[in-house]
């Protein structure tokens, strides 16, 4: 029933692989594969299941919210850097063949249930910012990266910059766009290049450009 439904907060993670429409059926199919495996690798590092999140999957991507009991501070930073280091993984073993590279953006906030899948505040915002220009731009300025990140401007302000989580807050740069006259806010972090062993080679210059906050 509509009525018992419960407006609770949640950590969602919505991801999104570049250029997925350019590739061919089967290149596709083995970018969905490679996705699969990245994201289950990224949550093990994070000590998360999979399995219990509530997931809606699209062919390029996947819109999940966490379970309520996850530590979001130790996620955020664990789920992140265990993402980068399997995708390092994958694509030093993808010799010869499109690197999988990925926009990845994270918010904690409100929704409830619906069904067709979760309805509120947070699935917009967090959505809006995955496909936010200066996110896009950031991914496809900065080749030697392959991870573009984009952090809610609440979720950056209320974790991050507290220095509770393992993401540096002096990497990001706050955006702002605007969609069907809505504002959104958040925080862009340059792609880095990351070795299979975790260790962060290069940072690129900021400046994504877009509205500033």
């Known amino acids: 029933m509509i009525s018992d439904t419960r407006l609770v907060y949640r950590l969602l993670v919505a991801v999104d692989?570049?250029?997925?429409?350019?590739?061919?059926?089967?290149?596709?199919?083995?970018?969905?594969?490679?996705?699969?495996?990245?994201?289950?690798?990224?949550?093990?590092?994070?000590?998360?299941?999979?399995?219990?999140?509530?997931?809606?999957?699209?062919?390029?991507?996947?819109?999940?919210?966490?379970p309520p009991e996850v530590d979001v501070?130790?996620?955020?930073?664990?789920?992140?850097?265990?993402?980068?280091?399997?995708?390092?993984?994958?694509?030093?073993?993808?010799?010869?063949?499109?690197?999988?590279?990925?926009?990845?953006?994270?918010?904690?906030?409100?929704?409830?249930?619906?069904p067709f899948g979760p309805i509120g505040d947070a699935p917009i915002v967090v959505s809006r910012l995955l496909d936010a220009g200066p996110v896009r731009k950031a991914l496809a300025d900065r080749q030697h990266g392959d991870l573009g990140l984009v952090i809610s401007d609440t979720l950056f302000h209320d974790i991050v910059r507290t220095g509770f989580c393992s993401l540096a807050p002096a990497d990001f740069e706050p955006i702002r766009v605007t969609v069907k006259g809505t504002s959104y806010r958040g925080h862009v972090r340059a792609p880095r290049m990351v070795t299979a062993d975790a260790t962060v080679v290069a940072l690129a210059p900021r400046r994504f450009g877009g509205q500033r906050t």
């Open 17 to 66: 692989v570049e250029r997925y429409s350019a590739r061919s059926a089967m290149e596709q199919l083995r970018a969905q594969t490679d996705l699969r495996q990245v994201l289950d690798d990224a949550a093990s590092h994070a000590g998360l299941d999979r399995a219990l999140w509530h997931k809606q999957v699209r062919g390029d991507g996947e819109l999940a919210v966490l």
């Open 73 to 114: 501070p130790g996620v955020v930073g664990s789920f992140v850097q265990g993402l980068e280091t399997a995708m390092a993984d994958l694509n030093d073993a993808r010799v010869g063949q499109p690197s999988l590279r990925l926009r990845l953006a994270l918010h904690h906030g409100t929704l409830a249930p619906g």
